[in-house]
T-cell receptor, first 115, second 111 residues
Framework: NAGVTQTPKFQVLKTGQSMTLQCAQD?????MSWYRQDPGMGLRLIHY???????DQGEVPNGYNVSRSTTEDFPLRLLSAAPSQTSVYFC??????????????FGNGTRLTVT | RKEVEQDPGPFNVPEGATVAFNCTYS??????FFWYRQDCRKEPKLLMS???SGNEDGRFTAQLNRASQYISLLIRDSKLSDSATYLC????????????FGTGTRLQVTL
């Protein structure tokens, strides 16, 4: 029972490089999301998806792209990394729908540093 | 004003003490409420949901006050292992499960 799997755990990028953070869940969750966590800011929603083929922007979407081609996978792409994107990134999923109280299950996080 | 506000702490308490955290939310349309626990450099994990009538899970009690728009978490008989950051989380109606997280309250339980 893997739950939510994120890779890589750590990454260092140079400004302008692109990369994809991988997220997979094996719980058949409809809802998947990406958060970033910065000191003093709490967790902020980047993008989310309520099902395969559907994505939407969260609170801080600029500089990031997502896709949801399958129920299991929800990769986050950094198009051109900037130092402001240095953060800890968490993928999370749930059975959630508009009325659901289903809690979020988080991956272990990716620590990204952009130099 | 932030949508969800918490006292960042830290709350330093001796083992065995009772400690309480409050969290206020600004949007009266908020529907669901949770407390998550986050250990240093780890992912958040659900501690408990918060129900309108209040609910208890062992040493932990959660309360919701809709009129004053706050939720609380009470921890009785604190253990060293309770040391963590406690995140208040709120979901609004019709937001497709988008959750808004507070910045967290840090608890340090000492001998």
């Amino acid at each position: 029972n893997a739950g939510v799997t994120q890779t890589p755990k750590f990454q260092v990028l140079k400004t302008g490089q692109s990369m994809t953070l991988q997220c997979a869940q094996d719980m058949n969750h409809e809802y998947m999301s990406w958060y970033r966590q910065d000191p003093g800011m709490g967790l902020r929603l980047i993008h989310y998806s309520v099902g395969a083929g559907i994505t939407d922007q969260g609170e801080v979407p600029n500089g990031y792209n997502v896709s949801r081609s399958t129920t299991e996978d929800f990769p986050l792409r950094l198009l051109s990394a900037a130092p402001s994107q240095t953060s800890v990134y968490f993928c999370a999923s749930s059975y959630g729908s508009r009325t659901s109280n289903s809690p979020l299950h988080f991956g272990n996080g990716t620590r990204l540093t952009v130099t | 004003r932030k949508e969800v506000e918490q006292d960042p702490g830290p709350f330093n308490v001796p083992e065995g003490a009772t400690v309480a955290f409050n969290c206020t939310y600004s949007n009266s349309a908020s529907q669901s409420f949770f407390w998550y626990r986050q250990d240093c450099r780890k992912e958040p994990k659900l501690l408990m949901s918060v129900y309108s009538s209040g609910n208890e899970d062992g040493r932990f009690t959660a309360q919701l006050n809709r009129a004053s728009q706050y939720i609380s978490l009470l921890i009785r008989d604190s253990k060293l292992s309770d040391s963590a950051t406690y995140l208040c989380v709120v979901k609004r109606v019709g937001t497709a499960s988008k959750l808004t997280f507070g910045t967290g309250t840090r608890l340090q339980v000492t001998l």
